[in-house]
C-alpha cells in the first residue's frame, strides 16, 4: 500500500515548488526567496502538503528530526544552459531521498524529447524502488523539444498525463492550457494518477489567476505544485490561503479573492 496520503488530503494537495534555482538559475530569485530558509520556512507556515526541491536543498535546510512538512525530492534536474534537446538525468538516488526522509519522489520527463526513451527506462526504475519502500512519485511531465509543435494542446497534454499514468506515477504534474473543457480530457486520460497543475511565471493579476485554478480545479485536477506565484509574492500567505480555499474548500474566485487583500 503505498503512503499517496502522506502528501494529499482527501485527494487534494498543494505542494510548494522550489528547484527553480537549478531549472531557471537565480534570475528568478530576489534577497528574501534566495534562501532556501525562506522558502522552508514558508512551506511549513502556509501548512503546504509538501515542499519539492532538490536533494541538496533537502540536505541542507530540512530539519530531518523535527520535520514538520512533508517532503518531496525531486531526482533529476537540468539547466536551462544548454540549448539541446531536453533531458534531465537522475542526480539522486531513491535510497538517497529516503534517507533524507523523502514523503515522496519526483522526476522530470521531457514528453517528446530525443531522449524521452532515457527518461522513461530512468523513471521506470525509479516508480519500482520508491514503492518497494512505500512511497508514492510525482511525474513533473513536460511536452518539450524540436518535434514538439504545440507543448500546451490539449491533446499533447492528455498525452502527458498519459503517459504519467502508463509509467506508474501516483501524481502527474503538467502545465495548464487554459481549455477547461479540454483539460476534463486531459484528466480522463490519467486514470487513477491525480493531476496536479504547476503555476507557471508570476501572474500580477489575481483574480486572473485564482479563476484558472478554479477551472482546472473544477475540471478533474487534484491541486497544484506552485513555486513563482507564491513564493515571488509579497504576500505569499495570503496568496496560499486564496489557493487553500479554492483547492480543499471549493471556494468561489469572489470569496478566495478576499485572502489577497
Ligand atoms: P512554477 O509554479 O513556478 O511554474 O513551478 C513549477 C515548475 O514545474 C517547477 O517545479 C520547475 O522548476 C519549473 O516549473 C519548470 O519550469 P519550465 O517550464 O520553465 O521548465
Known amino acids: 500500500m503505498k503512503k499517496i496520503n502522506s502528501i494529499f488530503k482527501k485527494g487534494k494537495s498543494l505542494i510548494l515548488a522550489y528547484d527553480h534555482g537549478m531549472e531557471h538559475g537565480p534570475k528568478e530569485f530576489n534577497l528574501i526567496n534566495a534562501d532556501p530558509q525562506y522558502i522552508v520556512d514558508l512551506a511549513k507556515k502556509g501548512k503546504f502538503s509538501a515542499l519539492a526541491c532538490q536533494a541538496g536543498l533537502a540536505y541542507h535546510y530540512v530539519d530531518h528530526h523535527q520535520k514538520t512538512v512533508p517532503l518531496i525530492v525531486k531526482l533529476n534536474g537540468k539547466t536551462n544552459i544548454p540549448k539541446i534537446e531536453p533531458f534531465s538525468k537522475q542526480n539522486c538516488s531513491v535510497k538517497r531521498a529516503v534517507d533524507l526522509q523523502a514523503d515522496a519522489v519526483g522526476y522530470t520527463i521531457y514528453l517528446g524529447s530525443e531522449?524521452?526513451?532515457?527518461?522513461?527506462?530512468?523513471?521506470?526504475?525509479?516508480?519500482e524502488e520508491a514503492h518497494d519502500y512505500r512511497i508514492p512519485v510525482m511525474a513533473w511531465i513536460y511536452p518539450r523539444g524540436r518535434f514538439v509543435k504545440d507543448k500546451l494542446s490539449t491533446e499533447i497534454s492528455a498525452y502527458a498525463a498519459r503517459i504519467g499514468l502508463e509509467l506508474g506515477a501516483d501524481a502527474i504534474k503538467i502545465k495548464y492550457n487554459s481549455d477547461k473543457e479540454g483539460f476534463k480530457w486531459v484528466v480522463q486520460n490519467a486514470g487513477k494518477a491525480k493531476v496536479m497543475v504547476a503555476g507557471g511565471p508570476k501572474i500580477e493579476n489575481g483574480n486572473r489567476f485564482l479563476s484558472e485554478v478554479r477551472d482546472f480545479m473544477a475540471a478533474g485536477a487534484s491541486g497544484m505544485a506552485v513555486g513563482r506565484n507564491v513564493w515571488k509574492s509579497d504576500k505569499p500567505l495570503k496568496v496560499t490561503k486564496a489557493l487553500k480555499s479554492i483547492i480543499f474548500d471549493n471556494a468561489k474566485v469572489k470569496d478566495a479573492i478576499k485572502w489577497l487583500k
Open 115 to 127: 531522449h524521452e526513451k532515457e527518461m522513461f527506462g530512468e523513471f521506470g526504475k525509479i516508480v
